[in-house]
T-cell receptor, first 114, second 112 residues
Framework: AQSVTQPDIHITVSEGASLELRCNYS??????LFWYVQSPGQGLQLLLK??????LVQGIKGFEAEFKRSQSSFNLRKPSVHWSDAAEYFC????????????FGAGTRLAVHP | DGGITQSPKYLFRKEGQNVTLSCEQN?????MYWYRQDPGQGLRLIYY???????QKGDIAEGYSVSREKKESFPLTVTSAQKNPTAFYLC???????????FGPGTRLTVL
C-alpha cells in the first residue's frame, strides 16, 4: 500500500540552527515526491518537488530535499532556520502524472526558538 | 488577483444538518479537489474533479457530496450521514491532474 511516514510529530530548533525533517515513503512505482508548508489556519504552499533527475532538489525559502531511493526517503533540509519558518510541514507522494491522488504524511510541526 | 477562495472561514452547524462549503477559483484550472485535515493526520482526499460535470470519489467520500456545474466552482456538501464532520476542509485546484495543486485558505467546520 502507498503511504508516507513522517516520524517526527514536533521539532524545536533554535533560530540559525540547521534543520532536517524526515520523510519515508512506500510506493510501488516511481515516486513523485513533494514537500508542502502550512502556516496556522492557512492552506498549503508547495516548497519543492522531485519527479526525476538530480536527487538533490532546491525549493523556495532556502529549503532543499534529497531523494534516496535505497532508503525510500525524501528528507527536507535548511542550513539556517529563521523564526518565520515555524509552521507545519507535510511530505507527500503522487501517482502517475505526479500530482494526481496525492498521499500526505501526518505532518511535522516546527517550532523555532529565538 | 487570481486565486482560490473558500468561504466561510469558520462554520458552525448543529448535528444532523447538511452544510455546504464553497470553493471558487479564477485560475481557469480544469481540476479541483477537496481534502479533509484532522489534527495529527495528513490531508485525505474526499472528492476530485478533472473537468466540468465530472467528479470522482477520493479515499473518504462517504457522507459527502459535490457538484461541478461550472469550471470555477466546486462546492462540497457535508451531509448528516458523515459521522464525524468536525474538521478543517481544504480545496485545491490545478491546471489539470498532472500539474501542481494550489490550495485555498480552508474552512474550519465545527458541528455542535
Amino acid at each position: 500500500a502507498q503511504s508516507v511516514t513522517q516520524p517526527d510529530i514536533h521539532i524545536t530548533v533554535s533560530e540559525g540552527a540547521s534543520l532536517e525533517l524526515r520523510c519515508n515513503y512506500s510506493y510501488g512505482a516511481t515516486p513523485y515526491l513533494f514537500w508542502y508548508v502550512q502556516s496556522p489556519g492557512q492552506g498549503l504552499q508547495l516548497l519543492l518537488k522531485y519527479f526525476s533527475g538530480d536527487t538533490l532538489v532546491q525549493g523556495i525559502k532556502g529549503f532543499e530535499a534529497e531523494f534516496k531511493r535505497s532508503q525510500s526517503s525524501f528528507n527536507l533540509r535548511k542550513p539556517s532556520v529563521h523564526w518565520s519558518d515555524a509552521a507545519e510541514y507535510f511530505c507527500a507522494v503522487g501517482g502517475a502524472g505526479g500530482y494526481n491522488k496525492l498521499i500526505f504524511g501526518a505532518g511535522t510541526r516546527l517550532a523555532v526558538h529565538p | 488577483d487570481g486565486g482560490i477562495t473558500q468561504s466561510p472561514k469558520y462554520l458552525f452547524r448543529k448535528e444532523g444538518q447538511n452544510v455546504t462549503l464553497s470553493c471558487e477559483q479564477n485560475l481557469n484550472h480544469d481540476a479541483m479537489y477537496w481534502y479533509r485535515q484532522d489534527p495529527g493526520q495528513g490531508l485525505r482526499l474526499i472528492y476530485y474533479s478533472q473537468i466540468v460535470n465530472d467528479f470522482q470519489k477520493g479515499d473518504i467520500a462517504e457522507g459527502y457530496s459535490v457538484s461541478r456545474e461550472k469550471k470555477e466552482s466546486f462546492p462540497l456538501t457535508v451531509t448528516s450521514a458523515q459521522k464525524n464532520p468536525t474538521a478543517f476542509y481544504l480545496c485545491a485546484s490545478s491546471i489539470d491532474s498532472d500539474n501542481e495543486q494550489f490550495f485555498g485558505p480552508g474552512t474550519r467546520l465545527t458541528v455542535l
